[in-house]
């Protein structure tokens, strides 16, 4: 059954808007539709103090900016580690892999210095949408989609990921690390934060993230675990993910950020997707008149690459990624070259395999071998 078309009235008519989850998604939104003149409430669970962000914070410092502009938000006060470079652990041997401008930045305060522009409530969860008296209302709640409620049977995926927050007197690498599990079910990763401190956690499709991590931790440990945070983070993008908008009554109730599915399947990379689809939804909402559906099929065109990637993960997983199987060496192909594009930001440095349709690794300086990641 076709789904009908829905046109909301001109927003100047006094549409409301309602955007349920602060995070960085949620708050872009607001502050951007302030910045275009619309008026928007959030409903934030967490309060100000102590607000946290579950997340290891990494970015690419040129990709964040040009977004947090628009909001006069200026990422290089937030940076707090930066690197030309993130080593990549493959089996042992440590590959280092050129990034552009890759960083940690105090993600919290950003989110926080964001949601200044616009009427915020906090310490408000919300549960449904019945007590929300909004026309739109936004679901921003990340992997919870506590608004629009679950995904459909077979178009959702979570890999569990835990991570915690260490202090090393010396560090045994002072860098970005990342461990890939076998098969691209997840990774490993050590993000520096400054001062001694790193982020350091796994996600994996096989639920051994744990493992591998005490394990990490018994090879490098810690003089001090500072905090532990766990939470599942969405890989399945726009396109799989359904439903991405529903009505409920007279109302509309859409997703974005990682509630839509904006995450970098491969890379669980979250952060500047999060904020591309936000930056989709403010400009349909500011435009006069709001229909979900054509947002939805601008998710779907500008996340295609990730529904690749989704894609080549899965049949990696599967052991179905053989190298006479065009479809896969085409996803590979085309993820390979999103990395290696302007708009991939973080890893530079990846292109396919001659012959088992993996990643391989461009070397830091012109080194003549490529390691593959199988
Ligand atoms: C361990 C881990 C490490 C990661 N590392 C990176 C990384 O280094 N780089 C990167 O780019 N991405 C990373 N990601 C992914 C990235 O964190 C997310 O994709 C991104 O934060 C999603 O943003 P969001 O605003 O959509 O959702 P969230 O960041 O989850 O924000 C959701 C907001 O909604 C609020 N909320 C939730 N439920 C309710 C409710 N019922 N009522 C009201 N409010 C509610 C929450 O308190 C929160 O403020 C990581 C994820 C995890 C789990």
């Not at 008026?39 to 947090?68: F, H, K, M, V």
């Not at 010396?170 to 001694?196: H, K």
Request: positive net charge; proline residues 6%; hydrophobic residues 40%.
């Amino acid at each position: 059954m076709a789904t009908p078309k829905i046109i909301m009235p001109a927003l100047s008519g006094g549409v409301r808007i309602a955007i349920v989850g602060v995070g960085i998604s949620g708050a872009y939104l607001g502050a951007r539709l302030s910045h275009l003149g619309v008026r928007a409430i959030g409903l934030e669970a967490q309060g100000e103090d102590n607000y946290r962000s579950p997340c290891a914070w990494a970015t690419s410092i040129d990709g964040i900016r040009g977004y947090l502009r628009t909001v006069d938000v200026d990422i290089e006060e937030y940076v707090l580690r930066e690197a030309d470079g993130v080593y990549v652990d493959l089996g042992g041997t440590l590959h280092r892999v050129p990034t552009r401008r890759l960083a940690t930045f105090d993600k919290p305060a950003v989110i926080l210095r964001m949601a200044r522009e616009f009427e915020v409530r906090r310490q408000a969860r919300v549960r449904g949408a019945s007590s929300i008296d909004s026309d739109v209302i936004v679901d921003a709640t990340g992997v919870h989609r506590a608004v629009i409620g679950p995904a459909e049977r077979g178009t959702d995926l979570v890999l569990p990921a835990y991570q915690l927050t260490v202090r090393y007197r010396e560090p045994w690498l002072d860098e970005f690390y990342v461990r890939p599990f076998p098969r691209y079910s997840g990774y490993l990763w050590q993000f520096p934060l400054g001062g001694g401190r790193f982020f350091v956690g796994a996600g994996d499709l096989n639920h051994d993230h744990l493992r591998r991590l005490s394990e990490f931790l018994g090879e490098h440990p810690p003089d001090e675990v500072i905090s532990r945070d766990g939470r599942p983070i969405r890989i399945s993008p726009p396109g799989i993910l359904r439903p991405m908008w529903r009505l409920e009554g007279e109302r509309t109730i859409v997703a974005v950020g990682e509630a839509a599915g904006a995450v970098l399947p491969v890379l669980g990379e979250g952060i500047l997707p999060s904020l591309e689809s936000s930056e989709a939804l403010a400009g349909h909402l500011a435009s006069g008149g709001f229909s979900a559906e054509s947002y939805e099929r601008e998710l779907i065109g500008r996340f295609s690459v990730f529904r690749a990637a989704y894609r080549f993960v899965r049949r990696k997983q599967e052991g179905t990624c053989r190298a006479a199987d065009p479809r896969c060496l085409l996803d590979a192909a085309r993820l390979a070259a999103f990395f290696s594009s302007e708009r991939g930001r973080t890893l530079t440095g990846v292109a396919p395999g001659p012959q088992h349709i993996s990643l391989a690794l461009r070397p830091f300086r012109g080194r003549p071998q490529r390691r593959l990641y199988r």
